[in-house]
Each structure stands twice: as C-alpha cells, then as structure tokens.
C-alpha cells in the first residue's frame, strides 16, 4: 500500500550547500604554505608563490584547451616564450647604440621585403581561380615560396650581423612591463591562430605532436637569434611593474608583485567562469563530448576549436610574460618544452581538467611539490648519511645535491601516479549542471 505521507520533497537526495571538499583542500593547501613560511623564511616563500600564481595562469590556458575542447597542447612552452620574449623586448632600455644608426631603416626595409615575400605566396595559392591546373598552382607555390625564403633569408642575415657587430642586439622600448604581457598574449594568439588552422585538424596524438616541435622551433629561433634575444648571453635585468627589491626589500615587493598576479588571476577566473556557464562554454563542452552531434545541430566545429586554442594561448602568452618580468632575466635556454609542459599538466590533472578553480588549487600544489622536494630530499639524505656515519663509518657521496634535485622527478612521478590511481577526474572534478 501506498504511503499517503510521502511527499516529492522525499525523492530529492539532501546535499550541503557547503562545497566541503573544496574547502578541506584549499585548507590543507594553506597550512602546507603556513609550513614552507615557518621553514623557509617570508622572503623565499613569498617568491614560491609568485612564481605558482605564474604556472596558474598557464595552467588555467591549458585547462581550457584540453577540459573544455579535448585540445592536448604539448608546446605550452613555445608560447610561454614568446610571452617572456614580448616583456623583454618592451621594458628594458632602449638601445641607443641601434636606434642611433641606420641600422633601423635596414631592419624595417627587409621585414617589408618578407611581408611582400609572404603576400607574393598567398597569391600563388589562389593561382587556380584564374584557372590554372591544381597541380601546377601548387609547384609554383612551392618553388616561390623556396625562393623567396632564400632571398630573405639572404638579406635579413647581412642585417642581423651588422646588427650583432655594431649594437651588439635591437634592444627594448623603454615601455613599462605591463605593455610586453598584452603584446606577448597577442603575440601567442596570432601565433595559435596560424598553428590551430593547421594542425587543429589532427587528431590528439598527432596535435601535441606537432604543437611540441612547434614549441622546439620558437625555442631554438630565440636562442639563435642574437641581434633579437641576445641569444645565450641573456638580457638581464628585466624592470617590475611595481616598486622592486632595491627599494621595498625583497619580502615586501614580492608580496605586491603577488598581490598583482592574484588580481589578474581573479580577473581571468571570472572570466572564465561567466564563459563556461554561458551558452558558448555549453557549446563547447557539447563539441568536447559528441562532436558528430553537435555538428549536426549546425555548429561550426572548426570554428569554434580554434577559438578556444587561440584564447588558451593568449593565457599563455600572458603568463610567460608575467613570469618572465618577476624573474627580471629572459633566456631562450630555460624554457624547456617538454619538461615544463609536463610540469603543467600535471597541475591540471591534479586539479581536475575543465574546473578553473581546482587548476588554481593543482597549480599552487604542485608548484610547491616541485619547490619543496629537493630540500626536503636533501634534508633527508642528510640525516642518513649522519646515522651511517655514526653507525656504519659511510662516506657521503658527492653527488648528494644532485641526487635530491632529481628527487623532483620522482615525488611528481609518484604524484601522477596516485591521481590517476585514486582520482582520475582529478582532486576536484569538472562539475557540470544537469539541466531538466
């Protein structure tokens, strides 16, 4: 027999409007950053956490790349870089040395050559309109396009080597640091655009393929480019946007330096969040999960992939310019494509891929993992050396610091390991709606 008293308040499981799980990790994450203050000093610490407010903005670039779209980028490092490239070139000094010759109106004149050079390629590409035969279109292509990159090529040289003879490199624009950070994401977004509409048509093994030596040609363009990036010499130092050591000490500007980063954080987060509720964040996941059906339901798939790889990069771009500025040194050397993007993924696989919040949360976690393993390595090698010292008569290797900075490796390879074990949707999974 039915049960008169039931009510349709009944079949409606009661949840806590708490979110609890968020609230135990983002608090485990503050005592663990309440433990590396009272170890390590203010000053280290506070630096620890700019450099993971850093990672968190190309984390949250990745995050929307691969939890939104199903995008797997490989070369995050690429566009880091061209980020850190764009700070460098518009903060530090101008260089009179360069700007005082002619060497300037060179400069400008072959770069008009290539965009002339470039312009002359795309015409050969539509050749076929006129009526010319495909086949024979795309040989004159290729053979003009060979061409006209020797020529260039040719004259940019016997530029470059005047450049590198005479002011040693083209120098900066004396503009505050925060003009290089938009450049350098609008530098990495045009380059995601001309990237994504070739290779966003690959599937995900072959796209982070391609993004990764696409990564490994930016990387060794600036290394190799002296009269732009100094090349290995490096370009130091980089100016702050906001008050630096010489003036404030080390704790207190970093902390402000911090206070800025948290701010465009929080920008980039709402963001974000209003784009993933909206109904264009709602066309993407529906892209993500069934693209065949979203296709059928008149979506432009292509269309709409490469917005969101081209919005993931601007982040990118934003973020390695950030980084950059606060380490004030840009070397073409340090950004390692592979080892770094692994480092980021990571922080987004902890966190939960598609959830902005738990990429901030694994971005600040993992950071400090990767920070924090070498010295609490080396601590602990240390103690068993003296205990085999004293009981045993060892001899301490030499090489014990570098044992304890490959302990790095090690703790996150561990780390990844129990994720994907015991919370393969990450710490704090992608919540999405259900909408009746």
Request: proline fraction near 5%.
């Amino acid at each position: 027999m039915a049960d008169n008293n039931y009510t349709p308040q009944d079949a409606t499981p009661k949840t806590s409007s708490l979110p609890l799980r968020e609230l135990c990790l983002f608090g485990a994450l503050l005592i663990a950053i309440a433990g590396v203050y009272a170890m390590m000093g203010a000053a280290y610490s506070t630096r620890m956490l700019v450099e993971a407010a850093c990672y968190a903005i190309l984390a949250l670039g990745l995050t929307i790349q691969w939890g939104y779209a199903g995008q797997f980028n490989a070369g995050v490092m690429g566009f880091v870089a061209l980020g850190g490239v764009s700070a460098m070139l518009f903060s530090v000094p101008v260089n009179e040395a360069f700007w005082g010759s002619e060497l300037p109106a060179e400069l400008g004149k072959v770069l008009l050559y290539a965009i002339g050079a470039t312009l002359l390629v795309v015409a050969a590409t539509k050749l076929n309109r006129l009526g010319v035969p495909k086949r024979v279109r795309t040989v004159f292509a290729v053979v003009l396009a060979i061409v006209l990159y020797m020529v260039v090529i040719s004259l940019l040289r016997d530029v470059t080597a005047e450049i590198e003879s005479q002011a040693g490199f083209i120098g900066g624009l004396g503009l505050p640091p925060w003009t290089g950070w938009i450049v350098g994401g609008a530098l990495a977004g045009v380059v995601g655009y001309f990237i994504g509409n070739v290779c966003l048509g690959l599937r995900s093994d072959y796209l982070a393929i391609a993004t990764l030596g696409i990564a490994e040609i930016i990387k060794a363009f600036l290394k190799n480019s002296d009269w732009l990036t100094r090349g290995t010499a490096t370009v130091s130092p980089l100016p702050w946007p906001t008050p630096g050591p010489e003036t404030l000490g080390f704790t207190l500007s970093r902390a402000i330096y911090l206070s800025l980063t948290a701010v465009i954080i929080a920008a980039i987060f709402f963001l974000l969040h209003r784009a993933y509720h909206a109904p264009w964040g709602r066309m993407i996941r529906a892209i993500r999960d069934n693209e065949v059906s979203a296709a059928a339901m008149g979506k432009d798939i292509n269309k709409r992939r490469l917005e969101i790889f081209v919005l993931g990069c601007i982040l990118m771009g934003v973020g390695g310019g950030i980084l950059a500025s606060f380490n004030s040194l840009f070397d073409p050397n340090g950004y390692l494509p592979l080892n770094h993007t692994f480092l980021v993924l990571v922080m987004v696989i902890l966190g939960g891929p598609g959830n902005n919040l738990g990429t901030i949360f694994g971005a600040v976690a993992v950071y400090i993992i990767w920070i924090m393993s070498e010295p609490l390595a080396l601590y602990l090698m240390d103690l068993a050396v003296a205990f085999g010292a004293f009981a045993f008569d060892w001899q301490a290797p030499s090489t014990i610091d570098s044992r304890a900075l490959q302990a790095r490796v090690m703790v996150i390879g561990i780390l990844v390991t129990l994720v994907l074990r015991f919370a393969p949707k990450g710490l704090l999974p992608e919540h999405i709606k259900q909408h009746d």
